[in-house]
Nanobody
Framework: QVQLVESGGGLVQAGGSLRLSCATS????????MGWYRQAPGKQRELVAA???????NYADSVKGRFTISRDNAKNTVYLQMNSLKPEDTAVYYC????????????????WGQGTQVTVSS
């Protein structure tokens, strides 16, 4: 089993920044790709960013140029740096882990965190 624990969410004004962290533990040897998803009230969960075991990245069009996903394998942690935040970024953000080398679809992820709330005020 793999456990994922997100942190770093909170309330920020539009234009501000936040950095989310996702610490992994357990059977982490099986983990390759990591991703961040978000879900706003009344909307489907959507991929925000993904990173492969080799460091390749993929971003949703809505966050390109503003968000950066990274990973520190020595610390078993993945990050999401969010800059120039907008009210439409408000959502619960989830960290996800996959045994695949790269994953961009919801069903490709095997483990999920409990989520952290990000609220951007206008």
């Amino acid at each position: 089993q793999v456990q994922l624990v997100e942190s770093g969410g909170g309330l920020v004004q539009a234009g501000g920044s936040l950095r989310l962290s996702c610490a992994t533990s357990g059977s982490i040897f099986s983990i390759n790709a990591m991703g961040w998803y978000r879900q706003a009230p009344g909307k489907q969960r959507e991929l925000v960013a993904a990173i492969s075991s080799g460091g390749s990245t993929n971003y949703a069009d809505s966050v390109k140029g503003r968000f950066t996903i990274s990973r520190d394998n020595a610390k078993n942690t993945v990050y999401l740096q969010m800059n120039s935040l907008k009210p439409e970024d408000t959502a619960v953000y989830y960290c996800a882990a996959s045994t695949l080398r790269f994953a961009t679809l919801h069903y490709q992820y095997d483990y999920w965190g409990q989520g952290t709330q990000v609220t951007v005020s206008s």
